[in-house]
């Protein structure tokens, strides 16, 4: 019903800065909420920052200051602004969609982008 598409990794230098871009197509009016995941080499994802319909953004403590997400959720667009990179960031980066209607709503993902930041 909604499918997302992720674009933008790329190798980057520790310090150095990457904008993601993730597109919805599909049931883009049913999107809630959208948010970008990270997940490192042999590690779970996890949550990076969220972004709302009504535009309120929230992030994870590591990446507060450094990292903004922003864009139109009812439009399916958001992007993520990757400043002050480090190698730590490294890894893979996944778009999610909280898609009412669906079960469950969170379990909407893009195909992910990699990111690597070398020392």
């Known amino acids: 019903q909604v499918q997302l598409v992720e674009s933008g990794g790329g190798l980057v230098p520790a310090g150095g800065s990457l904008k993601l871009a993730c597109t919805a197509s599909g049931n883009v009016y049913m999107i809630n909420s959208m948010a970008w995941f990270h997940q490192a080499p042999g590690k779970q994802r996890e949550l990076v920052a969220a972004i709302s319909s009504g535009g309120v953004a929230q992030y994870e403590d590591s990446v507060k200051g450094r990292f903004t997400i922003s864009g139109d959720v009812t439009k399916g667009k958001v992007a993520l602004q990757m400043n002050s990179l480090k190698p730590e960031d490294t890894g893979v980066y996944f778009c999610?969609?909280?898609?009412?209607?669906?079960?469950?709503?969170?379990?909407?993902w893009g195909q992910g982008t990699r990111v690597t930041v070398s020392s």
């Open positions: 999610n969609a909280e898609v009412l209607g669906t079960a469950p709503a969170y379990d909407h």
